[in-house]
């Protein structure tokens, strides 16, 4: 009698544990499913972000599809999320106070990449997929620059740390730069949230009825590392530049050139070409970045015959033109070819 006892408290048991893991199931999968008002909202400093998710390109996706669930990462996400319950529970905590760490962030662009598969590759296959140890083991780099702190607010806008915690900077010792965490070096200093937001106002602003898809604002922004926030590059103030002589020169007022500017810099005089400054001048004076470089691989291979003939009308093949800036005899770089360079008959 005890045995058949025991076998029915046994059978109970399983049959509540299985009503329970269901009853769970059910209830975490609808939660990850259900809209942010119903869920996310519920804690008041998410509030301002799901606001801004309903105004983004992104309003049609889940919170879960890119910030992941309890067990998206085993028990790290389980840890993590735990805790961010922890800290809502035990203390104020303000929504501008809210930021991901990097491998947060890293792990959110893995599945940015799910529905942006073609602009990844292209990044990957551009200058702005480098990588921690590419930039701060460079050995040529290292002997022209100084480790300092600014470093970070283009390559590793998201690092948690600062440059003393990145790398070691006794160059006699180590014959250069070298990385304190060897973990970091592969991790990409500039990832998509460097130029996108992705809970920023994306709002539709027509319709191409031929093709029925709609056209939304492309707005891109600069992450500023020292105030944890973003700034649209639409409303970055213009740059205003000069040449060495020290008269003005036209600058793009084109977001994304304004974006690119915040990293390419000039020097403090603001001298075009001066520093890591790729502001054109000459003929292509007054424009554009990306009238030239391809959004996200920055390729110009094909750029030229955007806008000239392939020969052109004195017989020049334009692919075939040393115009690199990356070339120090050459005679036609890009961005301060003038038309002397080729005429001299001017």
């Known amino acids: 009698m005890a045995s058949k006892a025991l076998r029915k408290i046994i059978l109970i048991f399983v049959s509540v544990v299985i009503v329970l893991v269901i009853v769970t199931g059910v209830g975490y999968s609808w939660w990850n499913n259900a809209m942010p008002e119903k869920t996310c909202m519920q804690c008041h400093e998410i509030v301002p972000s799901a606001e ?4 983004s390109a992104h309003r049609d996706i889940r919170c879960a599809e890119c910030h992941g669930t309890a067990f998206s990462n085993g028990i790290h996400s389980l840890k993590e999320k735990a805790g961010m319950v922890f800290q809502h529970v035990n203390r104020k905590v303000e929504h501008e106070n809210i930021h991901l760490n990097e491998m947060q962030l890293l ?7 799910g529905c942006h ?8 296959a551009g200058g702005h997929s480098v990588t921690y140890s590419e930039v701060f083991e460079d050995s040529a780099h290292n002997a022209m620059e100084t480790p300092y702190w600014d470093c970070l607010r283009c390559h590793g806008m ?8 990145l790398v070691y900077d006794d160059q006699e010792k180590l014959g250069g730069w070298a990385l304190k965490n060897t973990e970091q070096a592969n991790l990409p ?6 130029c996108h937001k992705m809970h920023a106002e994306n709002i539709p602003i027509g319709e191409v009825k031929e093709k029925g898809i709609v056209k939304r604002n492309k707005a891109v922004h600069f992450y500023i ?13 213009p740059v205003a530049m000069v040449d060495k002589s020290g008269n003005k020169v036209d600058v793009s007022n084109d977001p994304a050139h304004k974006l690119c ?3 390419h810099s000039p020097n403090f005089k603001r001298e075009v070409n001066s520093e ?4 054109p001048t000459g003929v292509h004076e007054g424009i554009s970045c990306v009238a030239c470089h391809e959004t996200h691989s920055n390729d110009v291979s094909k750029s030229c015959c955007n806008c000239h003939h392939i020969i052109s009308n004195c017989g020049l093949d334009v692919t075939q033109m040393n115009t690199t800036y990356l070339d120090i005899n050459s005679p036609n770089n890009i961005h301060s070819v003038t038309c002397t360079d080729c005429h001299d008959n001017l």
Do not use: H
């Open 52 to 55: 801004k998710w309903y105004a």
């Open 107 to 113: 792990e959110t662009m893995e599945r940015c990449v």
């Open 117 to 124: 598969q073609s602009e990844f590759a292209r990044w990957k």
């Open 158 to 165: 998201f690092y948690d740390g600062n440059i003393k915690t």
């Open 189 to 194: 200093t500039i990832p998509c949230m460097a």
């Open 225 to 237: 590392r020292s105030d944890k926030r973003y700034q649209r590059a639409d409303r970055l103030l």
């Open 261 to 263: 500017i915040q990293c």
């Open 276 to 279: 890591d400054d790729r502001t």
